[in-house]
């Protein structure tokens, strides 16, 4: 009752103001603005747009201002998609959550606002020389520019980077330059979310040379397509010795929510992250892979100690479930501890700590609300259902994730970093034991922070999707 009492109150609070879980401090003031006379239809389009539409398109619009339009960017264009909706990407119809008129008005606002050229502030807004934080100063250098949503990136001993795109290409970077692309790729379905994801090397790289990564990939002429992980090795920038290790079923023609990070313990065993695909009726489902963290060994098999190996009906190689859309995880191997972060719907994104065979509530416990703003539960705890270390209302859609480790960072030492797709900055958390005690928010408007990466020379590296960065944070003076 106290559970579900508190989280009444920070859906009034969200739903009135935009503004929820206000200790985070994770949501930065908006700079953009156009002045809209105040009874104005206009005005109570932007009321309707920040109550329901900015929880993903962000109260300025940017997010709509730099981006490609599949369905195009007209006025009548920008009203069929909010009144119809297309549930395979995730959009939902709102034709039942405004009027005709509403709509149509929202459609005139966003359009009104593209026409004057509204964007984003991006990293022009930041002195990249020295940029101050809480505990030290950084330098920001780019060293790559130019990529398309750029997704993982790993270090090879020899100090190359393997950079994947989502669009299906995979590059490798020496000094900052492209000197290859990687061929010999399997085939990759590149659509909404989906296309190359994580790449992660073998802890034993430097012996055996292996690569894992993942990809959305379809065995049928039905259009559906399902994450898949496979490893590979290259030679002359060529991928060889494939092995498909996994490939999440059933298949589905919904192309959002995939998951697809990959995690070692280093005890023989590797962690791959599946998203609800947008099929929640799956998640609490043991006999599918949907809105699971699987454990595998590191050739593919299933460990004989999987929570799960024994119950009858159960996919083997699940480790956790009760999972929407994790983006980000990390096994610390210093602690022993698992990292979780996955997106919520309209808020409730999580932070978890994973343990085997726990189930992790979604969608029968959430701190989030559905896009159109209806109730998805009003349960935020439940007996046999584990809660997250921290959530944020209003999402800001956490994508990548590591731990601050080595001399360079001065007070920033067993910190965690999280990206954010949704704010465009990234979060430093200071931990205390398990819980977390302090957010700082980093980068302001930076773009859409997709990954972030902890390099063997001891560096922080974050990958930004919009314009395609990558960049290297350094201490300063």
């Known amino acids: 009752m106290k559970n579900s009492l508190i989280f009444l109150i920070l859906l009034l609070i969200f739903s009135l103001t935009g503004k929820g879980d206000p200790g985070t401090n994770d949501k930065p003031k908006n700079n953009n603005s156009v002045i809209i006379p105040q009874d104005s239809a206009m005005s109570r389009a932007q009321r309707s747009y920040n109550t329901i539409c900015a929880s993903c398109h962000r109260e300025d619009m940017s997010w709509f201002a730099k981006r490609k339009w599949k369905y195009g960017n007209s006025q009548n264009d920008i009203y069929t998609s909010a009144r119809t909706g297309y549930p395979d990407f995730g959009m939902p ?14 459609a005139n606002l ?20 020295r940029i101050p934080t809480e505990k030290l100063n950084l330098r920001l250098d780019t060293l790559i520019t130019g990529l398309d949503v750029p997704w993982g990136m790993v270090f090879l001993p ?35 979310q989906g296309g190359l994801l994580d790449i992660r090397l073998h802890p034993d790289y430097k012996k055996n040379g292996w690569i894992y990564f993942a990809y959305t990939s379809s065995s049928n002429s039905n259009q559906q397509w399902s994450p898949a992980l496979m490893r590979a090795r290259i030679k002359n920038n060529t991928l060889i010795d494939k092995q498909l290790l996994f490939k999440a079923t059933p298949e589905y023609k919904a192309a959002f929510n995939v998951g697809c990070r990959i995690t070692f313990d280093r005890k023989g065993h590797l962690f791959f992250s599946v998203g609800d695909r947008g099929i929640v009726e799956n998640v609490q489902n043991l006999s599918n892979d949907c809105g699971k963290i699987h454990r595998l060994n590191e050739d593919g098999t299933i460990p004989a100690d999987n929570p799960f190996i024994n119950q009858p009906g159960a996919n083997k190689s699940i480790w956790s479930y009760g999972h929407r859309n994790p983006q980000g995880l990390f096994y610390n191997t210093e602690t022993g501890i698992f990292w979780e972060s996955e997106h919520g719907p309209k808020g409730g994104d999580e932070l978890n700590i994973i343990q085997p065979g726990k189930n992790y509530g979604w969608p029968v416990i959430t701190f989030g609300i559905n896009y159109d703003g209806t109730i998805i539960t009003r349960d935020t705890a439940k007996v046999g259902m584990e809660q997250p270390i921290t959530y944020w209302v209003p999402s800001i859609a956490p994508c990548g994730m590591t731990f601050v480790k080595g001399n360079k960072y001065k007070g920033w030492e067993g910190d965690m970093l999280v990206g954010s797709l949704r704010f465009k900055y990234l979060v430093r958390c200071k931990l205390e034991g398990n819980k977390v005690i302090h957010k700082e928010i980093l980068l302001p408007n930076i773009g859409r922070l997709r990954n972030v990466e902890l390099g063997p020379d001891g560096y922080i590296y974050i990958a930004v999707e919009s314009p395609g960065i990558i960049y290297r944070l350094v201490p300063v003076l």
């Open 93 to 106: 119809s709102f034709k039942n959550t405004f009027s005709e008129k509403e709509l149509r008005d929202i």
């Open 158 to 192: 020899d100090g190359d980077m393997l950079i994947t795109e989502r669009e299906g290409k995979m590059f490798r970077f020496r000094n900052g330059k492209k000197i290859a692309d990687i061929q010999g790729l399997p085939e990759i379905v590149s659509v909404g």
């Open 110 to 129: 966003i359009h009104t606002k593209l026409e004057l050229n509204i964007g984003e502030n991006g990293i022009k807004d930041l002195d990249t020389k």
